[in-house]
């Protein structure tokens, strides 16, 4: 995926999306935004193209795709709201076919099941607990994890523990079959989408990440 020059983000707006326009910025890509509230996006960079709209809606996610190369996304469930992982994602692949995309990177919980796990009672715990506690978004991010699987993209759905936000960057752990830390950093988490982004090391796998 070394063609990667123009990054279509969602989330970016939000606490760790904006250390994801960071790390991409850093690393020389141009930035294509999708946010509710331009105004309240406070970053000035040239290299970023703001586009004001909604991911649970179609026409916003064409208007974000077009002319970019790759999709990462760190949108996060908003309290009160239709559920919004399970149709950005239907969006999102509908527009990557139109557009010719093939990497699609996006950020997930631990409660994410995959036929693959081999989760300890620590992670089988917070996973229950979610299920309890937040049924709906659970299922919905759930389905996501299914329309990825039966889509013919190249994706990439990062599962991760309790995020901690700081620049504080240690070394993680990466693993498909358990998460085997209890937090990441903001920071390690953008730095990890972007490399995972380009290198395509787990491609549609849904591996764990943490600080270790």
């Not at 469930?77 to 399970?86: I, K, L, N, T």
Request: charged content about 25%; some cysteine.
């Amino acid at each position: 995926m070394k063609n990667i020059s123009k990054v279509a983000v969602l989330g970016g707006g939000g606490r760790t999306g904006k250390y994801l326009v960071s790390q991409l910025l850093e690393n020389g890509f141009s930035v294509k935004l999708l946010l509710r509230n331009p105004d309240d996006f406070t970053v000035q960079n040239s290299k970023i193209d703001i586009i004001r709209g909604d991911a649970i809606e179609e026409e916003s996610i064409s208007l974000l795709l077009k002319d970019c190369q790759a999709v990462l996304s760190t949108i996060g469930q908003r309290p009160g709201e239709p559920m919004v992982a399970s149709q950005a994602t239907k969006n999102i692949l509908n527009a990557m076919k139109n557009c010719g995309i093939q990497r699609y990177v996006l950020l997930a919980g631990l409660n994410i099941d995959t036929p693959h796990d081999k989760k300890s009672a620590k992670t089988i715990m917070a996973t229950e607990w979610m299920k309890t506690n937040f049924p709906e978004i659970q299922k919905d991010r759930q389905f996501t994890y299914n329309l990825l699987n039966e889509s013919n993209v190249d994706w990439t759905q990062v599962r991760v523990p309790l995020i901690v936000f700081s620049d504080e960057s240690s070394k993680i752990s990466v693993n498909l079959e358990d998460c085997l830390g209890d937090k990441i950093s903001a920071f390690d988490i953008a730095k990890f989408l972007v490399k995972e982004m380009i290198e395509s090391n787990y491609k549609r796998q849904s591996p764990f990440i943490s600080a270790i």
